[in-house]
C-alpha cells in the first residue's frame, strides 16, 4: 500500500530556489584581466534579471578565457534554467574540478564546493541519474556546514526510487537534525514510513512508530503547507 506523493515536484522547485539564491548571493568576481570585466558586468547583470540565454553567452566566454570555478558554476545555473540538464552537469563538473585551485590560484571553500554538489545532482536527478544525484547530494552533505538542503535531497530522491524507509528515513532525520523546522523533511519522513504500513486482522492500517508524529509535525511547521491534503488524508486513514 504504497502512496507515492509530489515530492519530484518539491523537489524541482526546491532546486530552482537554490539556483536562484546563487546566483542573488553570490556576485561574480572580478576578472584578472581588465577588458574581461566588462564581460563580467555583463554576465552578472544577465543573471540578475534571469535572462538565462545571455547570461550563458557571456559566461561561455569567460570560461574560456579564464577558468574559475564560479564562472563554471553560475554558467551552470544559466544553462540548468532553460531546461539545457546535461550541458549544466559538464559546467558543474568543471566548477568541481576548477575548485581546487583556478585560474587565479584561488581554492573555494569547503561550503562552496557543497553547493556546486547539491546543484550537481539536481541536474542529475532531471536527467533520472538516480545513483549519481544520490552519490552528490552525499557529498554535498559531508562538505556544507547546513547540510539540511543536501540531506533532504537525498531522502526525497531516495523516497521517489522507492527505497525502504530504512534507508530514506535516516536520511530524513539528518535533514531534520541540521534543520528541526524543514518541514518537507518531516512529510518525506512521514510519507516514507506509512507506504510500509500493513492491514492488521481487524483491517485496520497498522504504520510503523513515528510515522503519526512525522506527519503531525508537518502540519504544525507548515499548516499552509502544499501536502496538507496529502498529510490529513493519511492521518484520517488511521482514525
Known amino acids: 500500500m504504497r502512496r507515492r506523493l509530489g515530492v519530484v515536484a518539491l523537489l524541482a522547485s526546491l532546486a530552482l530556489a537554490a539556483t536562484a539564491r546563487i546566483c542573488v548571493g553570490a556576485p561574480l568576481p572580478a576578472a584578472q584581466s581588465e577588458?574581461?570585466?566588462?564581460?563580467?558586468?555583463?554576465?552578472?547583470?544577465?543573471?540578475d534579471a534571469k535572462q538565462w540565454p545571455d547570461a550563458e553567452a557571456a559566461l561561455k566566454q569567460l570560461s574560456a578565457s579564464e577558468p574559475r570555478?564560479?564562472?563554471?558554476?553560475?554558467?551552470?545555473?544559466?544553462?540548468?534554467?532553460?531546461?539545457?540538464?546535461?550541458?549544466?552537469?559538464?559546467?558543474?563538473q568543471?566548477?568541481?574540478?576548477?575548485?581546487?585551485?583556478?585560474?587565479?590560484?584561488?581554492?573555494?571553500?569547503p561550503a562552496a564546493i557543497a553547493q556546486i554538489y547539491t546543484m550537481l545532482g539536481n541536474a542529475d536527478l532531471k536527467l533520472k541519474n538516480n545513483d549519481a544525484a544520490i552519490a552528490a547530494y552525499n557529498k554535498a552533505a559531508t562538505l556544507s556546514p547546513n547540510p539540511a538542503v543536501a540531506?533532504?535531497?537525498?531522502?526525497a530522491?531516495?523516497?521517489?526510487?522507492?527505497?525502504?524507509?530504512?534507508?530514506?528515513?535516516?536520511?530524513?532525520?539528518?535533514?531534520?537534525?541540521?534543520?528541526?523546522?524543514?518541514?518537507?523533511?518531516?512529510?518525506?519522513?512521514?510519507?516514507?514510513?506509512?507506504?510500509?504500513?500493513?492491514?492488521?486482522?481487524s483491517k485496520k492500517y497498522i504504520v510503523p512508530p513515528g510515522t503519526v508524529e512525522a506527519l503531525k509535525q508537518?502540519?504544525?511547521?507548515?499548516?499552509?503547507?502544499?501536502?496538507?491534503?496529502?498529510?490529513?488524508?493519511?492521518l484520517d486513514a488511521l482514525k
Open 218 to 234: 508537518y502540519l504544525v511547521l507548515a499548516p499552509d503547507g502544499p501536502h496538507v491534503q496529502d498529510v490529513k488524508a493519511m
Open 69 to 92: 570555478w564560479e564562472y563554471s558554476q553560475a554558467l551552470g545555473v544559466a544553462q540548468f534554467n532553460q531546461g539545457h540538464y546535461a550541458d549544466s552537469l559538464e559546467s558543474y
Open 157 to 201: 530522491t531516495m523516497y521517489n526510487m522507492g527505497q525502504p524507509a530504512a534507508k530514506t528515513v535516516p536520511a530524513c532525520d539528518k535533514a531534520i537534525a541540521a534543520d528541526p523546522k524543514k518541514a518537507d523533511a518531516y512529510f518525506v519522513k512521514g510519507s516514507s514510513l506509512y507506504g510500509e504500513g500493513a492491514v492488521d486482522k
Open 94 to 109: 568543471r566548477a568541481i574540478d576548477l575548485a581546487g585551485k583556478d585560474s587565479a590560484g584561488k581554492n573555494a571553500s
Open 35 to 47: 577588458n574581461q570585466n566588462a564581460l563580467v558586468a555583463k554576465a552578472q547583470a544577465a543573471l
Open 151 to 155: 540531506y533532504f535531497n537525498l531522502c
